[in-house]
């Protein structure tokens, strides 16, 4: 139990379109899904926290109209790369609470994650 | 502010023997420490946590402390085996405070 998916796994754009990944948890309902970025060899940034039926919550630094997250429903978040150049090249991440269990010490399950090749 | 450090350097052992990872913080004082294990383009996987009342935990061949004193997690995979081979995140969290990842260790076990 507790699988997140993501879709796609890979994904190569010309610079200034847009790209959208996708962020389902299978088996379980999730208020709160985060989604991360990383580069190689470095830690995983989250960048946003993603609540279901509300605004999501950017970190500092993170440009909430160039990474539109949306959470529609308790399986779904998106992120949607606006806009994106080669500098947004990179891995991202999501990862779930299992909403039953609830706070943030529980158990984060995270997607297999999205590889975003902006030329 | 809050700083993680693991060793950046890859940890090569035999098969075999037990791997120890190691995971430093500082200004901090976490409610609790969880460690993952990542394979190259996948991301993170669950494997324990630990609370700041709890000096170890164990699982299967995975054992891991917690010393508040020392600000630090020593993570051990007895037995180690090829298949252990990832990199392995240590990741510090608070109350309702999203937890914070170290950039991870790698272990290569070779046969």
């Known amino acids: 139990g507790a699988v997140v998916s993501q879709h796609p796994s890979w994904v190569i754009c010309k610079s200034g379109t847009s790209v959208k990944i996708e962020c389902r948890s299978l088996d379980f309902q999730a208020t709160t899904m985060f989604w991360y970025r990383q580069f190689p060899k470095q830690s995983l940034m989250l960048m946003a926290t993603s609540n279901e039926g509300s605004k999501a919550t950017y970190e500092q630094g993170v440009e909430k109209d160039k990474f539109l997250i949306n959470h529609a429903s308790l399986t779904l978040s998106t992120l949607t790369v606006t806009s994106a150049h080669p500098e947004d090249s990179s891995f991202y991440i999501c990862s779930a609470n299992n909403a039953l269990a609830g706070a943030y010490t529980d158990t984060q399950y995270f997607g297999p994650g999205t590889r975003l090749t902006v030329l | 502010s809050q700083k993680i450090e693991q060793n950046s350097e890859a940890l090569n052992i035999q098969e075999g023997k037990t791997a120890t990872l190691t995971c430093n913080y500082t200004n901090y004082s976490p409610a609790y420490l969880q460690w993952y294990r990542q394979d190259p383009g996948r991301g993170p996987v669950f494997l324990l946590l630990i609370r700041e009342n709890e000096k170890e935990k164990r699982k299967e061949r995975l054992k891991v402390t917690f010393d508040t004193t020392l600000k630090q997690s020593l993570f051990h995979i007895t037995a180690s085996q090829p298949a252990d081979s990832a990199t392995y995140l240590c990741?510090?969290?608070?109350?309702?405070?999203?937890?914070?990842f170290g950039r991870g260790t790698s272990l290569i076990v070779h046969p």
């Open positions: 990741a510090l969290g608070r109350g309702s405070y999203i937890p914070t």
